[in-house]
């Protein structure tokens, strides 16, 4: 993954070598933001794929939710969801990605926090819908904040390995999230 010119380093004898453009032995990138991204989206990733599989474990044998109502309620949340793009998108078109981006961010923590006090099929509905309706509408912004951070020159290569970083995390939290489902006690969440 090269996300940034390759620039020639000078080794220890004086001669010039290429240099690397990533760190962490090419596990991370060199420039600051990607990295940063990375980080990210990798956090983001890892707690995407362990929420699909805890998140009906915990519905159906913590708050008592049917199997087919849980999954009928994620389903309503993520039409919700689609539909949400467009008017987050022209949000963040009017008022900067930055700022709406927050602001969806923020608002998805709050609401995915509140799947504590889910009680009744009602509250897991309100709850399942403003977090995931909240956090596909990010994607949009998300993505027009990464035209704006990320270096045209480099753009497509960092959004290749952000999207990248994604497939690991979510691989990686489905996997832990596997191992949760086979213990089937209420310990591991």
């Known amino acids: 993954m090269t996300t940034t010119p390759l620039r020639k380093a000078v080794?220890?004898?004086?001669?010039?070598?290429?240099g690397r453009a990533t760190r962490a032995g090419g596990l991370l990138p060199a420039d600051p933001v990607l990295r940063l991204a990375t980080v990210l989206t990798a956090?983001?990733?890892l707690g995407n794929g362990l929420y699909f599989p805890l998140g009906v474990l915990y519905f159906t044998r913590i708050v008592g939710l049917e199997a087919t109502?849980?999954?009928?309620?994620?389903?309503?949340?993520?039409?919700?969801?689609?539909?949400?793009?467009v008017p987050a998108g022209r949000a963040a078109?009017?008022?900067?990605?930055?700022?709406?981006?927050?602001?969806l961010w923020?608002?998805?923590g709050i609401a995915t926090a509140s799947y504590v006090l889910?009680?009744?099929?009602?509250?897991?509905?309100?709850?399942?819908?403003?977090?995931?309706?909240?956090?596909?509408a990010s994607r949009g912004v998300q993505g027009a904040l990464y035209a704006e951070v990320l270096p045209p020159a480099t753009r497509v290569e960092a959004r290749a390995y952000l999207r990248m970083v994604t497939n690991?995390?979510?691989?990686?939290?489905?996997?832990?999230?596997?191992v949760a489902l086979q213990v089937d006690t209420r310990a591991p969440i």
């Not at 080794?11 to 290429?18: L, N, V, Y």
């Not at 309503?76 to 793009?85: P, Q």
Request: a positive charge.
């Open 11 to 18: 080794d220890q004898e004086g001669g010039s070598r290429a």
């Open 93 to 103: 078109d009017r008022w900067g990605a930055r700022r709406v981006g927050s602001w």
């Open 43 to 45: 956090v983001n990733s």
């Open 69 to 85: 109502s849980v999954g009928l309620g994620m389903t309503v949340a993520g039409l919700v969801g689609v539909a949400a793009g």
């Open 106 to 108: 923020g608002g998805t």
């Open 118 to 136: 889910v009680g009744s099929y009602a509250a897991f509905l309100v709850a399942v819908i403003c977090s995931t309706g909240l956090q596909m």
């Open 168 to 178: 690991v995390g979510m691989g990686v939290g489905g996997a832990l999230g596997a």
